[in-house]
């Protein structure tokens, strides 16, 4: 019969060269941390971003030894659940260390727990301009002296 509780702890992957994760007791107040999401986490004497890679009933530590993660900083998942497996598979293939990989995989903005900002898609098109030019006088590269960068000022 599975059990109905809620997890009591919150397998973390930190950027260490530590193999493994390691479990956190949720936050005390909010909702339980997604997995694929990042938490801010008390690491030693330092505060850092780790990311959520499961859930647990309970841990090889007792849990008065067990840390409260500090803050949810992502709601639903960063990571999806495929690119989670193929960064687990690249951190046992290459024996490196999980939370390493998956930090290595992240932009810095999000190693450093500031909120992920999606950016619009650059899209081009051809103007009425464009379309007018023959594509015979198209060159591989601008006349000479077109576009040059002028020398650097000696003085």
Do not use: C
Not at 36 to 41: D, E, I, L, P, S
Not at 47 to 71: C, F, M, N, T, Y
């Amino acid at each position: 019969m599975p059990s109905s509780s809620p997890p009591a702890i919150v397998q973390v992957a930190v950027p260490t060269p530590l193999h493994g994760h390691f479990d956190y007791l949720p936050p005390a107040q909010g909702p339980l941390p997604p997995v694929g999401g990042r938490v801010r986490v008390p690491f030693g004497r330092r505060r850092i971003v780790g990311l959520v890679v499961g859930h647990g009933q309970g841990s090889a530590l007792p849990d008065a030894r067990l840390k409260r993660i500090e803050a949810v900083l992502d709601e639903t998942p960063l990571l999806d659940a495929p690119l989670l497996n193929l960064l687990r598979w690249s951190a046992d293939y290459y024996h490196h260390p999980l939370g390493e990989v998956i930090s290595a995989a992240l932009p810095q903005t999000l190693r450093q727990g500031k909120p992920p900002i999606a950016r619009g898609i650059e899209r081009y098109h051809v103007t009425e301009s464009g379309r007018t030019i023959a594509h015979d006088s198209l060159t591989r590269r601008p006349p000479p002296g077109v576009g040059a960068a002028s020398p650097a000022d000696p003085s």
